[in-house]
């Protein structure tokens, strides 16, 4: 479905879903699956009763992310199954399933895990900009004044995802420290001190973090 879903996108647009998958494939670990869509209407018919319930009255931009993020999923977890909305909004997935799911405008990534030794995933990304004045002090602590701020966010963006997965209370960007080089980054939540690992890449305009997080 994807494939046929590529091939009527614009040819740029391809061009960059294509890049995303590449970075995503090259970032996640051996037992992680990865992909990206284009967001697009025509996954909408594709929801279950229960998945279409929960969006309904929702803007058509919100349906469309909505419906290509279930679609997607259901795609890396190969399997047909209905994936209600959960707890903070997250997918209620199989039981032995750990995802990460995130969006732009355009497109919609995913991560997913039936590894027993990963505990959370945590995934995001973002349209490369320049950031206002204040959003970068609300982002970057000073201990970070080296790291580009919109990396800042989207790496901070997927710790938070997968630090909240494992029922984390709820951080702000200050709260969790970074430190990020040559694709690689650690960043360790300040007040529990607990470290989380991943990686970065650059496709297209586009900033892409991954992490996963160990079990035990």
């Given at each position: 479905m994807a494939r046929d879903r590529m091939s009527s996108i614009?040819?740029?647009?391809?061009a960059t879903l294509a890049s995303i998958t590449e970075?995503?494939?090259?970032?996640a670990p051996a037992d992680v699956r990865v992909g990206a869509l284009a967001i697009d209407d025509a996954y909408e018919k594709h929801l279950f009763a229960v998945e279409a319930t929960a969006i309904r009255g929702s803007s058509r931009h919100r349906r469309r992310e909505f419906a290509s993020g279930r679609v997607l999923l259901r795609?890396?977890?190969d399997s047909d199954l209905a994936l209600p909305v959960g707890e903070g909004?997250?997918?209620q997935l199989p039981a032995n399933v750990r995802a990460s799911l995130a969006h732009d405008?355009?497109?919609v990534i995913a991560a997913v895990t039936c590894s027993p030794h990963i505990?959370?995933?945590g995934l995001d990304i973002e349209v490369r900009d320049e950031l206002e004045d204040d959003v970068v002090a609300a982002i970057r602590r000073p201990d970070e004044a080296h790291i580009d701020a919109m990396l800042l966010f989207v790496?901070?963006?997927?710790?938070?995802?997968a630090w909240s997965g494992s029922g984390g209370r709820f951080l702000d960007h200050h709260s969790v420290c970074v430190q990020a080089a040559d694709g690689f980054f650690q960043a360790r939540v300040v007040d529990e001190g607990v470290t989380y690992r991943g990686g970065y890449g650059f496709p297209s305009d586009r900033i892409v973090a991954l992490t996963s997080?160990?079990?035990g």
């Open positions: 614009a040819p740029t647009a391809a970075v995503l494939r090259a970032l795609q890396l977890i909004g997250r997918p405008s355009a497109f505990a959370t995933l790496i901070k963006e997927a710790v938070y995802k997080h160990p079990s």
